[in-house]
C-alpha cells in the first residue's frame, strides 16, 4: 500500500503533521469504503423487501438474501475494536434512502416478470413505509449481534 510507505517515510523525518494528515485521509479512505459496502447489501436488502411488498409474498430464496443482506450490513458496520458502530441510525438511514432507486430498478426487472417501470413500481409502493422497515431489521440484527458478542 502506497501510503503506508508515504507514512513510513514521513514518521521517519519527523514530518508528524504530514504523517497526520495522511492518517486522516486513510481513515477517510477506510470509512467510505466500509460505506460502500455497507450500501451494497442496503440495495440487495431493499431490492427483496421492494419484491415482498409488491408482489405480497416471498419465498426462500428471498428470505435467505434478506438474512444474508442484514448479516453482512452488521458485520461490516460494526466497530470491532472501539465498539460501536460505523454508521449511526441517521446514517443508516440516509445511506438506505440513497440506494433505494437502484434496488427499485432492479426490483422491477424482476417483480410480476418484469411489467413495471420503476416509475410504475414506485407508484405502486410507500417508499417510506420500506425504508421504515429495512431500518428496523437492521437496528434488530445489531441488537441481536450485541447479544452474540457477550
Known amino acids: 500500500m502506497d501510503e ?7 514518521l521517519e523525518h519527523d514530518q508528524v503533521g504530514q504523517a497526520l494528515a495522511l492518517l486522516d485521509e486513510m481513515d477517510e479512505m477506510s470509512r467510505e469504503d466500509k460505506i460502500n459496502k455497507i450500501a451494497s447489501f442496503m440495495q440487495v436488502l431493499l431490492l427483496h423487501l421492494i419484491k415482498k ?8 430464496s428471498w428470505e435467505v438474501s434478506i438474512q444474508n443482506a ?3 450490513i452488521v458485520r461490516v458496520n460494526k466497530r470491532r475494536k472501539a465498539g460501536g458502530w460505523y454508521l449511526s441510525d441517521d446514517e443508516l ?8 432507486d437502484l434496488a427499485l430498478r432492479g426490483a422491477s426487472r424482476e417483480v410480476h416478470e418484469g411489467i413495471y417501470s420503476p416509475g410504475e413500481l414506485a407508484g405502486r409502493l410507500h417508499r417510506d413505509a420500506i425504508l421504515r422497515d429495512a431500518l428496523v431489521q437492521i437496528r434488530q440484527e445489531q ?3 450485541r447479544k452474540g458478542s457477550k
Not at 503506508?4 to 514521513?10: F, I
Not at 411488498?53 to 426462500?60: F, L, M, N
Open 53 to 60: 411488498v409488491a408482489e405480497d409474498r416471498t419465498t426462500r
Open 143 to 145: 441488537g441481536e449481534s
Open 70 to 72: 442484514l448479516a453482512w
Open 93 to 100: 438511514h440516509e445511506t438506505l434512502d440513497e440506494v433505494f
Open 4 to 10: 503506508l510507505s508515504q507514512l513510513r517515510y514521513y
